[in-house]
T-cell receptor
Framework: EPEVTQTPSHQVTQMGQEVILRCVPISNHLYFYWYRQILGQKVEFLVSFYNNEISEKSEIFDDQFSVERPDGSNFTLKIRSTKLEDSAMYFC????????????FGQGTRLTVV | AQSVSQHNHHVILSEAASLELGCNYSYGGTVNLFWYVQYPGQHLQLLLKYFSGDPLVKGIKGFEAEFIKSKFSFNLRKPSVQWSDTAEYFCAVNEAGWPNFGNEKLTFGTGTRLTIIP
């Protein structure tokens, strides 16, 4: 069964450092998403991406965040200067562009900012 | 804006017990409804979904959910749980209807941790 894969599974970084979280969506999917879950809180939408551009972003997704599809398979989330409050589980997801579809999620990257 | 409430934060049951996890949403328009499950160390996996039609939806692993529009609810049920159902369960909604095709962002509840005691 095709699946969304994310690397790394756990990333520890120092405050102020840049991190890149990587995702490989399901190959025939055209919509890509990033969500995050701070420990003990809800899974929150960050950004959606379609046709090589952001289609929607939340207020969490400020100038410190960026997304990119650098090649035909990867979808990345970059945090330029990490803050302690960026510590969370980050989930990548992808979906088709057909009706009545659902998002398929990766297993997440746990980001710890120290 | 949409919001989703899951009132049960942690549920502990014995094997073979019946399960019902509550989910209520707040939104004025038409929604698609989902239940996702996350087993320890694994990805979020779709259990079931509702887009339209029969409000009683059957999903994988013996789970079902009923959409009650008048109550803005989409509760998850299973008649007899197993130890392997131990996981975190998330209810989610997104906006339905033209021009959306189900690609809209999901709004999640806080999740319910289910622990099944053998």
């Amino acid at each position: 069964e095709p699946e969304v894969t994310q690397t790394p599974s756990h990333q520890v970084t120092q405050m102020g450092q840049e991190v890149i979280l990587r995702c490989v969506p399901i190959s025939n999917h055209l919509y890509f998403y990033w969500y995050r879950q701070i420990l003990g809180q809800k899974v929150e939408f960050l950004v959606s991406f379609y046709n090589n551009e952001i289609s929607e972003k939340s207020e969490i997704f400020d100038d410190q965040f960026s997304v990119e599809r650098p090649d035909g398979s990867n979808f990345t989330l970059k945090i330029r200067s990490t803050k302690l409050e960026d510590s969370a589980m980050y989930f990548c997801a992808s979906s088709e562009i057909s009706r009545n579809t659902e998002a398929f999620f990766g297993q997440g990257t746990r980001l710890t900012v120290v | 804006a949409q919001s989703v409430s899951q009132h049960n934060h942690h549920v502990i049951l014995s094997e073979a017990a019946s399960l019902e996890l509550g989910c209520n949403y707040s939104y004025g328009g038409t929604v698609n409804l989902f239940w996702y499950v996350q087993y320890p160390g694994q990805h979020l996996q779709l259990l079931l979904k509702y887009f339209s039609g029969d409000p009683l939806v059957k999903g994988i692993k013996g789970f079902e959910a009923e959409f009650i529009k008048s109550k803005f609810s989409f509760n998850l049920r299973k008649p007899s749980v197993q130890w392997s159902d131990t996981a975190e369960y998330f209810c989610a909604v997104n906006e339905a209807g033209w021009p959306n095709f189900g690609n809209e962002k999901l709004t999640f509840g806080t999740g319910t941790r289910l622990t099944i005691i053998p």
